[in-house]
């Protein structure tokens, strides 16, 4: 029995993918190693991960048909899907929108198509994001919100994923549960986000970049949490209230926390003053998320522990020895 996470080489793909060789899994990783950030963190995570008994790595892209039905085909032992790869990066949606539609939407159907097919999948999970809620005012986000209105390419092809999840599970019996995933940061993250960005440029002595004047608020979610809730979700049967087995939920930390604070907190932790260069709202940014999770915990007994004066440290203890500051 084996357990296929695409994205593997990924800032959450390869947190997932430890954890799952630490209980004994045997993993599929599928990851196409793609420039959006840098290529050497992906290689060195997947180097960690090759390193232990029970994991292999497929280097592939996903949107790639002929590929995945090939690696579905030498796999038919796979019971469950961890599906964390996509194109991220809501600026980035502005310069690149084609890589989006690419990835996280076509990607997402060639990975059902195979799926359906195996004979022995539970469960495929999959990840959403925060971003679907867009211009939602209402707080906190909760999943019975409408998702309507999208401020972003990345938020809509998010939400297609979930429309499409939402008719494989209908027309298939396809097991399906996506994740809307708040702000996740920890050890091993990814370049292009506050916490990796911050810490970066307060170590360089450089101003830091903090949108809308600093009035935002995001539920920052330590990776380990996110981790905790993916197993947790993964064990379950999924089934909406009308028989579908098709759900949606939050996972975030249930906390939002003023983006200043946040900042506060990574100067306390490396000991230094950061700049601050403020700068208005971003195009597709939101202003504050906030994840509504009861029934994360309801439901698989979502658990998220850990605060941003416990996560940064840890964040900022292994950025220190992976760059040898």
Known sequence: ?????????????????QAL???GEKVIGIDNFNDYYDVALKE????????????SMVRADISEREAMEQTFARHPDI?????????????????????YTKSNVEGHLVLMEAARKLKDLKHFVYASSSSVYGANTKLPFSVDDPVEHPVSLYAATKRSMELLSESYARMYALPMTGLRFFTV???????????????????????????NNGKMRRDFTFIDDIVGGILGVLATTPKSPDGTPH?????????????????????EALQRKAEIDFQPLQPGDVAETYADIDASIRDFGFNPVTPI???????IDWYKDYHGV
């Open 44 to 55: 060195n995570r997947a180097a960690r991960l090759l390193a232990q008994e029970g994991f």
């Open 21 to 23: 060789l630490a209980r």
């Open 1 to 17: 029995m084996s357990i296929l996470v695409t994205g593997a080489a990924g800032f959450i793909g390869f947190h997932t993918s």
């Open 79 to 99: 019971t469950g899907i961890i599906h964390l790869a996509a194109q991220a990066g809501v600026r980035y949606s502005l310069i690149n929108p084609y890589s």
């Open 185 to 211: 940061y920890g050890p091993w993250g990814r370049p292009d986000m506050a916490a990796y960005i911050f810490t970066k440029k307060i170590i360089a002595g450089e101003p830091i970049p903090v949108f």
């Open 247 to 267: 759900r949606i939920y939050n996972l975030g930390n249930n906390r939002s926390e003023q983006l200043m604070r946040f900042v506060q907190v990574l100067e």
């Open 309 to 315: 004066e416990q996560g940064i440290p840890r964040f």
